[in-house]
C-alpha cells in the first residue's frame, strides 16, 4: 500500500528584509566613513569652511604683553595708596608702541590694547581721572591688575587652539590669524559624482512634455554638495535603462570619492539604480524605516582594473575595510526621487557622512527641545522626520502637508521634528527639533 502524497503548499514569497533604524542606518555609514587622503596648504583668508588636516599650536602667547584693557592712566597701586592723586603725565603710550618704564611717581596716559609699561599695575579708566595740561588728578584707587589683561590671558604659547579635524568657520580662521598663520593645511575637497534618473525629469527652460516634471533635485542636491565645499562632477540626467546607468556609475567610480544619485532606488520595473549597483559593486544598506525617504541605498562600486577579488580581500585584512575601499571602490549612495524625501535624506545621512570622509570629527547635529503648537492625529510606524517652523510665542507649527512631493514644505520650516515610530504628538507636548541651521552648514 503507497503512502499518500501530502498536499503541495503553495509557494512563499521571499521575506524582506527588515528596514534599518535610522540610528542603525546612520551609524553603517558612518562605520564605514574613512577620512580620504591627500591635503593641501591655503592661505587662511580662503580656508573658510575647510577642514583642518593637522593641528594648529601655538607659537606665541596672546596677547604676547600685557596690555591696557579701557583708554585711561597706567600708574603705581602703592603710590595712590599713600595719597598722592596728582601726577605728571610722563608718557603716552598708544597701542602698538613701546612704552618706557613707568617713572616712579608718575602716570603714563594709555590707550585700548596698548602695551602697559614695565612698573605700573593698574589702569585707571579716564572717566575716573580729571587731565588738566602735563599733569592727572585719579579719583580712584584701583587695585593691582586692574583693567589689565595679562599676557597669555586668551592663548598659551604651545597650547592646540585648532585640533585637526575642525571645519574652519571665520572665527576660526581669526583664531588661527591671532597667532600668526598665514597658512592652514587642510583635507582636500571631497570629489562628489552626481546623477538624475527619471525619463520625465525636464530643465528649467525647456518646455514641459505631458508627463514631464521639472529636475528641481539637480539645483537642491548640487547646491547642498557646494555648501559642503565638494567638488562635484553633474553627470545630469541619465535615462532610464539599465546599461545607460551601469555605464554612468562605471564612469563616475573612475575618480570621485562618492557617488551620489536620485531616483531609481525603489523597486518598480523602470527603476535601474539598485540592479546596476549590484551588477557593478555592492550593496551594503537599502530601505530605512523613515518618512519620508524609506528607499535609501548605500554601497560601493568597483574602480576600473579592480576586479582581481584576491587581491582586494588581501588589502582588506592587511589594511582594514577603509584602506581596501579607498584603493579599489568609489562608495555609493543612492536617494530617493520624490523632492522632500531627497532634501531630508541628504541632511540626515549625506552630509554627515560627507564630513565624516573630510575628516571632521563631529558630524551629530544639536537639536532642541520645544513644544509643539499643534495636534497630529495619527503616528506612522516608521520614524517620521516633520517640517515645522518656531512660531512666535516658541512653540513649533507644523506645515500643513506633510507629503514628501510638497517643497515648500523645506521652505516655508526651519527644521525637523524628529518623531519616534507610532508616536502620536500633542499640543503641549515637548518634541525633538532639529533646525535647518544645524543642518545646512
Known amino acids: 500500500m503507497s503512502t499518500p502524497t501530502p498536499p503541495t503548499s503553495p509557494a512563499q514569497p521571499a521575506q524582506r528584509a527588515p528596514m534599518l533604524s535610522t540610528a542603525d542606518a546612520l551609524a553603517t555609514l558612518l562605520g564605514a566613513a574613512v577620512q580620504i587622503d591627500g591635503t593641501e596648504t591655503l592661505p587662511t583668508l580662503d580656508a573658510t569652511n575647510r577642514v583642518l588636516a593637522v593641528d594648529v599650536v601655538s607659537p606665541l602667547d596672546v596677547p604676547p604683553m600685557n596690555t591696557s584693557s579701557m583708554d585711561g592712566y597706567a600708574v603705581r597701586v602703592a603710590e595712590l595708596s599713600q595719597g598722592e592723586r596728582r601726577l605728571p603725565i610722563s608718557q603716552r603710550i598708544p597701542a602698538g608702541h613701546a612704552p618706557q618704564p613707568l617713572a616712579q611717581g608718575t602716570a603714563a596716559r594709555i590707550f585700548t590694547g596698548a602695551t602697559v609699561p614695565l612698573g605700573a599695575d593698574a589702569i585707571v579708566m579716564q572717566e575716573q581721572t ?41 572665527q576660526a580662521l581669526g583664531l588661527a590669524a591671532s597667532v600668526g598663520c598665514a597658512n592652514l593645511e587642510v583635507v582636500r575637497r571631497v570629489k562628489v559624482a552626481v546623477f538624475f534618473t527619471g525619463d520625465e525629469l525636464t530643465m528649467p527652460g525647456e518646455p514641459l512634455a505631458p508627463g514631464a516634471i521639472y529636475n528641481s533635485n539637480r539645483f537642491t542636491l548640487t547646491g547642498l554638495l557646494h555648501k559642503l565645499g565638494c567638488d562635484v562632477t553633474d553627470y545630469g540626467i541619465v535615462p532610464d535603462k539599465l546599461d545607460a546607468t551601469r555605464q554612468t556609475l562605471r564612469d563616475a567610480a573612475q575618480a570621485h570619492d562618492l557617488i551620489l544619485t536620485c531616483g531609481g532606488v525603489s523597486v518598480g520595473e523602470e527603476d535601474h539604480v539598485k540592479p546596476a549597483v549590484e551588477a557593478e559593486g555592492r550593496l551594503s544598506m537599502w530601505q530605512i524605516a523613515m518618512k519620508p525617504g524609506k528607499p535609501l541605498a548605500f554601497g560601493a562600486i568597483r574602480r576600473g582594473g579592480a576586479t582581481d577579488a584576491g587581491a582586494r580581500t588581501a588589502a582588506q585584512a592587511a589594511d582594514g575595510p577603509g584602506a581596501a575601499r579607498a584603493a579599489h571602490e568609489t562608495f555609493f549612495i543612492g536617494l530617493p526621487g520624490n523632492p522632500v524625501s531627497t532634501f531630508v535624506t541628504f541632511l540626515l545621512f549625506v552630509r554627515p557622512f560627507l564630513l565624516r570622509l573630510a575628516g571632521v570629527r563631529t558630524v551629530t547635529p544639536r537639536a532642541l527641545s520645544l513644544r509643539a503648537d499643534f495636534t497630529q492625529q495619527k503616528g506612522d510606524r516608521r520614524n517620521e522626520f516633520l517640517r515645522a517652523r518656531v512660531n512666535a510665542a516658541g512653540g513649533l507649527d507644523l506645515f500643513p502637508n506633510q507629503s514628501s512631493a510638497v517643497l515648500t514644505s523645506t521652505v516655508w520650516g526651519d527644521g525637523l521634528i524628529d518623531n519616534p515610530p507610532n508616536h502620536v504628538i500633542s499640543a503641549g507636548e515637548t518634541v525633538r527639533f532639529i533646525p535647518f541651521s544645524e543642518l545646512l552648514n
Open 130 to 170: 580729571e587731565a588738566a595740561g602735563d599733569e592727572v588728578t585719579i579719583l580712584h584707587t584701583p587695585k593691582a591688575g586692574e583693567w589689565i589683561t595679562q599676557q597669555g590671558a586668551d592663548i598659551r604659547k604651545g597650547a592646540t587652539i585648532l585640533p585637526a579635524g575642525t571645519r574652519l568657520t571665520p
